[in-house]
């Protein structure tokens, strides 16, 4: 576990805001606990893809894979 924010957590951050939703709001409608969420944005956590995936939709975004 990292224990500071980097370039992902600030990304989900602002993301978050642009959304217009709070961390709590965000995990619910994710179906993630409040802690999970703040803990990606604050403390730089690395998220399974899958739970990427659910914070990414509640935000209006999809992860998509790209061959270079």
Not at 25 to 39: D, E, M
Not at 41 to 68: C, F, H, I, T
């Amino acid at each position: 576990m990292k224990t500071e924010p980097d370039q992902w957590s600030q990304i989900l951050t602002e993301l978050r805001e642009e959304a217009g939703l709070s961390q709590r709001q965000a995990a619910i409608k994710a179906g993630l606990s409040v802690n999970y969420v703040r803990h990606l944005e604050m403390y730089g956590v690395s998220p399974s893809v899958q739970n990427l995936d659910k914070v990414l939709a509640v935000y209006g975004y999809e992860l998509e894979v790209v061959k270079r």
